[in-house]
C-alpha cells in the first residue's frame, strides 16, 4: 500500500537510509499526484461566464509562463 506510515523510519542515523526515506517519500507523494490528480485545460469556452477580460488575463498568464 501506497501510504506514508508504511516508511520505515527506525533508522535515520546513516546518509543511505535518510536518502531512501526521502526517495520513499518522493514515489508516493508522485504516485498520489498521478492518481489523484486530472487535467484541465482552460479555454475561452470554459465556462457560461467567461467573458473578454477573462480572456485577455488567460492570454497575459499563458505568455508569462514563456
Known amino acids: 500500500m ?3 506510515g508504511n516508511i520505515n523510519i527506525v533508522d535515520i ?3 543511505g537510509s535518510s536518502e531512501n526515506i526521502v ?3 518522493a514515489r508516493i507523494s508522485n504516485y498520489t499526484l498521478y492518481k489523484f490528480s486530472k487535467n484541465v485545460n482552460i ?3 470554459s465556462k457560461a461566464w467567461w467573458n473578454n477580460e477573462c480572456s485577455i488575463k488567460l ?3 499563458c505568455l508569462s509562463k514563456f
Open 2 to 4: 501506497f501510504t506514508l
Open 23 to 25: 526517495q520513499e517519500y
Open 59 to 61: 492570454n497575459t498568464y
Open 43 to 45: 479555454t475561452k469556452y
Open 13 to 15: 542515523s546513516s546518509k
